[in-house]
């Protein structure tokens, strides 16, 4: 079992700036790699950024290149989502999620574990 346990949201204005934090916990050495999703009221969860463990490798959503940036700190076994420039429309719980493979990793089928989830409140 993993556990997941996600910190940093908060009400910010539009063109601000947040940091999320998850830090894993339990069977981390099986995590290949970790994501962030995203759901607003009425919405289906999103995709928004994930990182592979060992190589780094990394993918955005369209609508946050440019905007976040993901990073590991694998000695902490943390995944950090750096949310700059932020809009009204990135209001959301965001998700922290670890994969166990390296399958389909955009998507809520490629992850094994989810957070509980925090939330970000942009104002226009």
């Known amino acids: 079992q993993v556990q997941l346990v996600e910190s940093g949201g908060g009400l910010v204005q539009a063109g601000g700036s947040l940091r999320l934090s998850c830090a894993a916990s339990g069977r981390t050495f099986n995590i290949y790699a970790m994501g962030w999703f995203r759901q607003a009221p009425g919405k289906e969860r999103d995709f928004v950024a994930a990182?592979?463990?060992?190589?780094?490798?990394?993918y955005y959503a369209d609508s946050v290149k440019g905007r976040f940036t993901i990073s590991r700190d694998n000695a902490k076994n943390t995944v950090l989502l750096q949310m700059n420039s932020l809009k009204p429309e990135d209001t959301a719980v965001y998700y922290c999620?670890?994969?166990?493979?390296?399958?389909?990793?955009?998507?809520?089928?490629?992850?094994?574990?989810w957070g509980q989830g925090t939330q970000v409140t942009v104002s226009s």
């Open positions: 990182i592979s463990w060992s190589d780094g490798r990394i």
């Open positions: 999620a670890a994969a166990l493979t390296s399958r389909f990793l955009t998507t809520i089928r490629g992850y094994d574990y």
